[in-house]
């Protein structure tokens, strides 16, 4: 992107949001599908949310609190680690204080009844993927 005299018009944190974004969604590009929803229900986001953060054209950053949960979910690999960070850093200086370390989680099974139609059934795995999240935030927020 570049105003009339070939200057690129935004910020210099600017590019560099987007440079991290475009290692996202080139990650998520070769993960299975459903790893976004995945990332969705982690972050206890909607799947609009994962968009936003995996769009170089949406400058709005990424939290840091949700670097450690999109790691974890998306499975990067120490490289594609390596340079989601560095460019991370070069865009938000300081806002990851400390090491990176990895978020832990846990899966648990739930036996649920079949409702006939698929699109029931998608409706009540993310209604139980998200209380599942809400849970867990209540959990991390009380204890």
Do not use: W
């Not at 998306?74 to 978020?103: D, M």
Request: with cysteine; charged share 25%; hydrophobic share 40%.
């Amino acid at each position: 992107m570049t105003d009339e005299a070939g200057e690129d018009p935004r910020a210099p944190g600017d590019s560099n949001v987007a440079d991290y974004k475009a290692i996202l969604r080139r990650v998520l590009d070769n993960r299975p599908s459903g790893t976004r929803l995945k990332l969705a229900a982690a972050l206890g986001k909607n799947r609009s949310f994962v968009t936003q953060i995996t769009n170089p054209a949406y400058l709005v950053p990424i939290p840091a609190k949700h670097v450690a949960i999109i790691f974890e979910v998306c499975h990067l690999s120490g490289a594609e680690r390596a340079a989601f960070l560095q460019a991370y850093g070069r865009a938000h200086p300081g806002r990851l204080r400390a090491p990176h370390r990895e978020a832990r989680t846990r899966t648990v099974s739930v036996t649920v009844p079949d409702l006939g139609d698929d699109k029931k059934n998608r409706a009540l795995e993310q209604l139980i993927v998200d209380f599942a999240a809400q849970l867990a935030r209540y959990a991390e927020s009380v204890g």
